[in-house]
């Protein structure tokens, strides 16, 4: 850190600590005090098609939940996959009620008169006695990939080189649309879940000598304030139990995988974006420092040294 930035006054009032934390252990505590004891309750509102300028069709499904008023989403790569709250019977359901809220199978088109029965293809949901999914070849259970992405507008929207989201988020898009199958549950956790407002001000931090790590704490935040359970409620819900979940944190498997394991990691597959790859590697200084503390503070699993061009 530099002097000038050892000399500027806190943010808050509050005492500063002597020494920064050490950061794994920082981590740990989070991790465990991030996973709630029950997990939350997640309902899908609406499912919907998404054609998409790079080629695959998506699912676009939103939630709601019982701990926080915020739309948290799916991303889901094949019609095939399909959530239990979305599908299961309500009382007085009409067949328009369910392909308005997006609960068929098949394709809709102008004219079609039921949501269960896909006219073109023949298939058939089918429902027990009490309306709940009945779980048959129609709908996929077996392992899927899985991403766990926390909303980033600067990253996402604004084209911001301080960080990969958006980098990151392309590249899962694209193995999910080569596989055929996937789900990215879309997390409205900005900011490692501080908000736009205090990660802004964390980015002034930053371009005065911190890195991310230190310009959380420096706002008396966690350097990772993100919980996943949300995350491990909607996978269930999805029936994507068994799941590659693609991530360079190792906190992810265990947060995602919930306290009872509700979720079973069976493989992790590491991300390493397109322009990664690249021999030329990227060409910005900001993301070369945030990786580096992902990788030196974090934990993160990106080997080291990644081959970044910036100089
Ligand atoms: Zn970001």
Redesign the pocket.
């Known amino acids: 850190m530099s002097d000038l930035f050892k000399s500027m006054p806190l943010i808050s009032p509050v005492l500063a600590p002597a020494s920064f934390p050490r950061l794994d252990d920082l981590e740990k505590d989070e991790i465990s005090s991030n996973l709630l004891e029950e997990l939350p309750k997640v309902e899908c509102i609406a499912r919907a098609r998404i054609p998409t300028t790079q080629g695959p069709e998506i699912f676009l499904h939103l939630y709601s939940n019982n701990v926080d008023n915020k739309e948290h989403l799916a991303i889901v790569f094949g019609e095939d996959i399909r959530s239990r709250t979305l599908y299961k019977q309500r009382p007085d359901d009409t067949q328009d009620d369910r392909m308005t809220r997006g609960a068929y199978i098949g394709k809709l088109f102008p004219g079609r008169k039921s949501a269960d029965l896909d006219p073109k293809s023949g298939k058939e949901l089918k429902f027990s006695s009490n309306g709940e999914l009945i779980l048959d070849e129609n709908t996929h259970t077996s392992p899927t990939i899985v991403r766990i992405h926390s909303e980033?507008y600067?990253?996402?929207t604004a084209w911001?080189a301080?960080?990969?989201?958006?980098e990151q988020f392309d590249e899962a898009g694209r193995l999910m649309g080569l596989d055929g199958h996937g789900c990215i549950v879309y997390l409205r956790q900005e900011g490692r879940g501080i908000g736009l407002g205090e990660k802004l001000k964390a980015y002034n931090l930053q371009d005065l000598g911190a890195d991310t790590v230190q310009a959380n704490l420096l706002l008396r935040h966690p350097a990772d304030k993100r919980s996943f359970s949300l995350a491990t409620s909607i996978l269930m819900d999805l029936n994507l139990v068994e799941v590659k979940l693609l991530t360079n944190n190792p906190d992810k498997i265990v947060a995602v995988e919930g306290k009872n394991k509700e979720i079973k990691v069976l493989e992790r597959v590491a991300m390493v974006p397109l322009a990664w790859q690249d021999k030329e590697g990227i060409e910005s200084k900001e993301v070369e420092g945030y990786l580096r503390t992902k990788i030196e503070k974090m934990g993160h699993l990106l080997q080291k040294p990644i081959n970044i061009g910036a100089k």
């Open positions: 980033c600067t990253g996402e911001s301080r960080c990969d989201c958006g």
